[in-house]
């Protein structure tokens, strides 16, 4: 993961508590968001998801995520769709 983000630790440095941590975000939001960070299963054939097809409203607040918690992915692909 540390590849994709430098916003969520790695799995070795991480200690299971049993303690839930709660984001800001809206679940639609981050479930798009992590679809940048966790491996893609086979039936996706390793394809991210379309940003250029997200409505507006949802694309920036993937786009504020991804700044927040560092996925360098969905941020250079926001950049490019912005400008």
Known sequence: MDSHTAGFPSSESIVVDQQPITLQEPSDILELLFQFVHPRT??????????????????????????????FGVMNLCFTRIH
Request: proline share 7%; hydrophobic share 45%.
């Open 42 to 71: 086979e039936m996706q054939q390793f394809r991210q998801p379309v940003i250029t097809e997200i409505e507006p409203t949802k694309f920036f607040a993937v786009a504020e995520a991804a700044e927040k918690y560092i996925v």
